[in-house]
């Protein structure tokens, strides 16, 4: 399955994918400690959520 991560820093749109919710995670929290703003994390299903929102719903699930 895939994950794609998307927000914005000064240079404009960044888009990345990873292999696991847990993988997702990890990267939409180093994005946003580096300053990129509006981080979402597109599940397999095509939802997006917002970071904490993904984060929550996936830490429920471990």
Partial sequence: ??????????AGAITLKRDSPAAAIKK????????????QI???DGQKHSY????ERHA???
Avoid: C, Q
């Avoid at 939409?28 to 981080?39: F, K, P």
């Fill in 42 to 44: 597109t599940g397999p």
């Fill in 60 to 62: 429920a699930r471990a």
């Fill in 1 to 10: 399955m895939s994950y794609t991560i998307t927000g914005h820093d000064t």
């Fill in 28 to 39: 939409a929290d180093e994005l946003l400690g580096e300053g990129v703003t509006d981080v």
């Fill in 52 to 55: 904490a929102e993904f984060a």
